[in-house]
């Protein structure tokens, strides 16, 4: 009853959240997206349906072919022991990792000791150390 209770309370501030910092302004931006005047150079592209039906028949096929080759493979995988399966799971979870991975390395590209910011403040400022040490500390 206590656990019942507790998510209840959780409820309506999760709610208020998700109403207050997603909702809002996902329907600010789609109201001033068909209110406002467009711009010169996006009348164009609005104007033509080639643009979407192409767009929308490439995400249908890129969709089914995906699945024609995604769910067989998927099948395979998890129920069939063959040679390389451990190398072809971990070399399918490369895109789940790699955004992670490239987020850390831009930090250190730009904020680390002799990163893109420290290297321009050390030589705008004349210092000899590196002003921002948020890295390695």
Not at 7 to 27: D, I, M, Q, S
Not at 44 to 53: A, H, K, M, P, W
Not at 87 to 93: G, H, N, R, T
Not at 130 to 135: C, E, G, K, Q
């Amino acid at each position: 009853m206590g656990k019942n209770l507790l998510l209840k309370a959780l409820a309506l501030p999760a709610a208020l959240f998700v109403l207050v910092f997603f909702l809002y302004p996902v329907l600010l931006v789609f109201l001033q997206a068909f209110t406002k005047p467009l711009p010169v150079v996006w009348s164009g592209v609005f104007e033509s349906r080639n643009l979407f039906v192409n767009a929308f028949s490439q995400a249908l096929v890129s969709t089914f072919a995906a699945f024609l080759i995604g769910f067989p493979a998927a099948y395979v995988v998890a129920n069939f022991d063959f040679p390389g399966k451990k190398m072809l799971k971990a070399v399918s979870l490369v895109p789940f990792v790699a955004p992670s991975i490239l987020v850390a390395l831009s930090f250190v590209i730009i904020l680390g000791y002799n990163g893109i910011a420290n290297r321009l403040l050390m030589g705008v400022f004349g210092l000899s150390e590196p002003p921002i040490r948020i890295l390695y500390g």
